[in-house]
T-cell receptor, first 111, second 114 residues
Framework: GENVEQHPSTLSVQEGDSAVIKCTYS??????FPWYKQELGKGPQLIID?????GEKKDQRIAVTLNKTAKHFSLHITETQPEDSAVYFC??????????FGKGTMLLVSP | GAVVSQHPSRVICKSGTSVKIECRSL??????MFWYRQFPKQSLMLMAT?????????EQGVEKDKFLINHASLTLSTLTVTSAHPEDSSFYIC??????????FGPGTRLTVT
C-alpha cells in the first residue's frame, strides 16, 4: 500500500519568514495530494491540493509543488503569521482510493 | 461550500455504555463518508469507509461489532461506539467525499470514557 513520509515533525520560524514542509510517497499510481491544516481540538481543514497533471499550484501565501519523478511534494508558506501556527498534514491518494496521511508537522510561528 | 458537521463535539460516557456520533454533510451529497480516530500528537487513523445504503468497509484491526457505522442517506453517517471502555477515549473525526479524491472533514468529537 501507499506510504507517506513527512518532514520535519516540528518547524519553528519567525513571523514573516517562509516555511517549507516536505512529503514523499511510495505508490506511483497516486495522483492526488492534499494538504490539511489542523488547529488544536479541531478537524483538519483542506488548505490546498494538487493533482498529478500539474507541477505547482499557488493560492495567495500558500503553494504546493509536485515532482512525480522523485515522488515528492512540498508545501510552501510565505510571509508566515502567528495564525499559521498549527499542525499540517500531507496526504496522497490514487484514483478513488482512500487518503494516506503523513505523520504531521507542527508549525510554530513566533511574533 | 463543502461543510461537514459532527455532533456532539464532546461527550463523556461511563464504561460499558454506548455512544453515537453523527456526521452530516450540510451543503453537498456525500457518496462516501470516512471515519477516523486520532490520538494526541498523532496522525489520523482511518477506521472505516462507508457508502450510502451499503455496509461499511473496516480497516484491519478495527472491530466492526464495536464500532457500528450506519450510512442512512447521502448526507448522514453515524458511528456508534458500543460497550465503550477507557481505551476508546479518543478524538473521532468524520469526512465526506464527493466522488473524487477530495475529502472534507468535520470538526471532530472528543470522546472520554470514564
Amino acid at each position: 500500500g501507499e506510504n507517506v513520509e513527512q518532514h520535519p515533525s516540528t518547524l519553528s520560524v519567525q513571523e514573516g519568514d517562509s516555511a517549507v514542509i516536505k512529503c514523499t510517497y511510495s505508490d506511483s499510481a497516486s495522483n492526488y495530494f492534499p494538504w490539511y491544516k489542523q488547529e488544536l481540538g479541531k478537524g483538519p481543514q483542506l488548505i490546498i491540493d494538487i493533482r498529478s497533471n500539474v507541477g505547482e499550484k499557488k493560492d495567495q501565501r500558500i503553494a504546493v509543488t509536485l515532482n512525480k519523478t522523485a515522488k515528492h511534494f512540498s508545501l510552501h508558506i510565505t510571509e508566515t503569521q502567528p495564525e499559521d501556527s498549527a499542525v499540517y498534514f500531507c496526504a496522497a491518494s490514487a484514483g478513488y482510493s482512500t487518503l494516506t496521511f503523513g505523520k504531521g508537522t507542527m508549525l510554530l510561528v513566533s511574533p | 461550500g463543502a461543510v461537514v458537521s459532527q455532533h456532539p463535539s464532546r461527550v463523556i460516557c461511563k464504561s460499558g455504555t454506548s455512544v453515537k456520533i453523527e456526521c452530516r454533510s450540510l451543503d453537498f451529497q456525500a457518496t462516501t463518508m470516512f471515519w477516523y480516530r486520532q490520538f494526541p500528537k498523532q496522525s489520523l487513523m482511518l477506521m472505516a469507509t462507508s457508502n450510502e445504503g451499503s455496509k461499511a468497509t473496516y480497516e484491519q484491526g478495527v472491530e466492526k461489532d464495536k464500532f457500528l457505522i450506519n450510512h442512512a442517506s447521502l448526507t448522514l453517517s453515524t458511528l456508534t461506539v458500543t460497550s465503550a471502555h477507557p481505551e476508546d477515549s479518543s478524538f473521532y473525526i468524520c469526512s465526506a467525499g464527493t466522488g473524487s479524491n477530495e475529502q472534507y472533514f468535520g470538526p471532530g468529537t472528543r470522546l472520554t470514557v470514564t
